[in-house]
């Protein structure tokens, strides 16, 4: 094993509570966030040129957990209130640290464990994040916030432990992962 390299199951582990990014405290992104960030189509989220305005939004959605996060998509004038203080933050920075502190922040909190490839897998019609909630949840409503706020780390290690243990065998080892890794980290210094 490489001596810098972190197998998603530690990482996951030991994810900060809480991070600096840009100057905006926030917790490690939750599968709420990685829902709510993707059906507003955030570039760090969903690809596609990233600016001020979707490290601002991103930001923005980060600072609240499911409950908060309902009302800044409930109420404009709170939602306009919070990108102000985000913005505020980022006034100064330039796009280039913001868009690497962004970018480094989403990564890590979405790290998660690879599957081998199988060929004749059915598309999901139901967002991944329903998956999660529900499977971390039992359907219970007493426990929906709970599982919308649990680092979204954390809760795909939960969820591929649970898929393991009821079956499925295309969750990589440790060992076939760092492998990958290795392999993607080649080819990304080959192209350069």
């Keep these: 094993m490489r001596p810098d390299w972190v197998s998603p199951w530690w990482q996951a582990v030991a994810l900060p509570d809480s991070w600096d990014v840009c ?13 709510a960030l993707e059906n507003i189509g955030n570039p760090y989220m969903c690809g596609g040129a990233a600016d001020k305005n979707a490290a601002a939004s991103l930001l923005m959605f980060a600072r609240h957990d499911y ?34 502190a962004c970018t480094e922040y989403v990564q890590t ?18 967002p991944y994040q329903w998956h999660i909630v529900y499977r971390l949840s039992g359907g219970d409503p007493a426990k929906l916030d709970g599982a919308w706020n649990m ?5 795909r290690c939960l969820c591929d432990a649970a898929a393991e243990q ?3 065998a295309s969750i990589m080892s440790v ?5 990958e890794d290795n392999w993607d980290d080649y080819k990304l210094k080959a192209a350069s």
């Excluded at 100057?23 to 829902?35: D, I, K, N, Q, Y």
């Design 175 to 179: 060992a076939a992962q760092e492998m």
């Design 151 to 155: 680092p979204y780390a954390v809760a």
């Design 23 to 35: 100057g905006v405290a926030v917790p490690a992104l939750s599968v709420w966030h990685t829902f």
């Design 109 to 126: 909190c979405q790290r998660g464990v690879s599957r081998w490839q199988s060929g004749g897998g059915k598309p999901c019609a139901v």
């Design 67 to 100: 409950q908060g996060g309902r009302r800044l998509l409930q109420m404009p004038n709170h939602r306009g209130r919070q990108a102000r203080r985000v913005y505020r933050k980022l006034r100064g920075l330039s796009m280039d640290d913001i868009h690497a």
């Design 166 to 168: 009821n079956g499925d």
